[in-house]
């Protein structure tokens, strides 16, 4: 009874450890993109909305799974833990969750952000600062090509750049009130914020619907896919969070065990396979059900949106966690004396949280 006794309390202790760390993770991509957002001035790659789905939905379950967990295989052969030194929450498991694999995290969430927004013709560099714009382009002041006055309004002038891309999408003439008041939803971004010229110019990359312009919609996923700056904006803030969900994927897998490999440890917690099923069939509900996407702010993205950049990051996390635990269990140390383990090494010294 008084080793089950022991071997429960170690469990427990390794338990919340994996908990706390999985939890934090997700932290850094959250409040990255508001710290982009006040140092570089772009639109925000997450709204506060999808935060609250990421920390009250799809995190909840896997989080609370980690009590399930089965012990380590080693668990008893361990020295017994020193109380004064080896808190729960150490510098060595805030630098796991944050400066390892928090990182690598937001790193998967704006790589997506840009991805989406550039396949939407808007290209990254156009994003900084473009916050601090005010109001839409063109402006009433703004000088046209000769030959190209705006309708409605023979004042009104714009740049050559403009009418260069407004030309080669035979819209040229067009002004910000056409664009109004034809319910377009705002101005398409590309042509006066890129500072693009006609031949690099940047047009929406999926399937137009036939007999509508490309310029207007892509329809590989959606009829209302199309290229204005509020909807690439929603669609690139859902590949943020798809994003977040994939790359806690990872993290869920290589917080199950402190050193052992994944293969060792085997995946034979249930509760926590449910958790992987729960966030993905969650994620994928606040993003497919067309009545989620209004209130939520999310959009049904394309499959290469979220696939690529998503799946590339998670098998980052995945390879580097699990050669982090190789190096780790090399500095693992049998002591003949007492027949336990001790773990030495650089490696055990600043990761092994």
């Not at 693009?196 to 509508?212: H, K």
């Not at 590989?220 to 896919?225: A, C, D, F, P, T």
């Given at each position: 009874s008084i080793v089950n006794g022991v071997e429960e309390g170690r469990l427990i202790f390794d338990n919340l450890k994996k908990s706390i760390a999985y939890t934090l993770s997700s932290n850094i991509p959250e409040i990255s993109p508001f710290l982009f957002f006040i140092m570089f001035q772009t639109p925000q790659p997450l709204s506060t909305v999808l935060i609250l789905l990421i920390d009250l939905g799809t995190d909840m379950v896997p989080a609370i799974s980690f009590a399930y967990e089965n012990p380590e295989l080693d668990?008893?052969?361990?020295?017994?833990?020193?109380?004064?030194?080896?808190?729960?929450?150490?510098?060595?498991?805030?630098?796991?969750?944050?400066?390892?694999?928090?990182?690598?995290?937001?790193?998967?969430?704006?790589?997506?952000?840009?991805?989406?927004?550039?396949?939407?013709?808007?290209?990254?560099?156009?994003?900084?600062?473009?916050?601090?714009?005010?109001?839409?382009?063109?402006?009433d002041t703004d000088v046209y090509a000769p030959g190209y006055e705006s309708r409605g309004n023979t004042n009104a002038t714009m740049s050559g750049d403009v009418q260069g891309a407004l030309k080669g999408e035979g819209l040229e003439g067009y002004t910000q009130l056409d664009w109004v008041t034809n319910q377009h939803?705002?101005?398409?971004?590309?042509?006066?914020?890129?500072?693009?010229?006609?031949?690099?110019?940047?047009?929406?990359?999926?399937?137009?619907?036939?007999?509508?312009?490309?310029?207007?919609?892509?329809?590989?996923?959606?009829?209302?896919?199309?290229?204005?700056?509020?909807?690439a904006l929603y669609y690139a803030q859902c590949g943020y969070l798809i994003s977040i969900v994939c790359v806690q994927w990872?993290?869920?897998?290589?917080?199950?065990?402190?050193?052992?490999?994944?293969?060792?440890?085997?995946?034979?917690?249930?509760?926590?396979?449910?958790?992987?099923?729960?966030?993905?069939?969650?994620?994928?509900?606040?993003?497919?059900?067309?009545?989620?996407?209004?209130p939520l702010g999310t959009r049904m993205i394309a499959f290469p949106h979220f696939a690529v950049p998503s799946m590339s990051f998670f098998m980052i996390i995945l390879f580097y966690d699990e050669t982090r635990k190789v190096f780790l269990r090399k500095g693992m140390v049998l002591s003949r004396a007492t027949g336990r383990i001790k773990f030495d090494g650089w490696v055990v010294r600043n990761t092994y949280y």
């Open positions: 668990i008893m052969e361990r020295f017994p833990r020193n109380s004064k030194r080896d808190h729960l929450v150490n510098s060595k498991l805030i630098s796991f969750a944050y400066l390892q694999i928090g990182i690598v995290q937001a790193m998967a969430g704006f790589f997506t952000y840009f991805y989406i927004m550039n396949d939407y013709g808007i290209k990254p560099q156009t994003l900084f600062f473009l916050v601090l714009q005010k109001g839409y382009l063109p402006k939803n705002g101005v398409d971004i590309r042509l006066f914020y890129s500072k693009l010229t006609v031949d690099d110019f940047a047009p929406c990359r999926w399937t137009p619907d036939s007999g509508v312009p490309e310029f207007y919609y892509m329809s590989n996923v959606s009829k209302n896919q199309i290229c204005y700056t509020v909807e990872s993290d869920l897998l290589i917080c199950k065990t402190r050193s052992l490999s994944i293969s060792q440890q085997g995946m034979i917690n249930m509760q926590s396979n449910f958790g992987l099923f729960f966030e993905t069939a969650l994620v994928a509900a606040f993003s497919y059900i067309p009545f989620l996407n209004g």
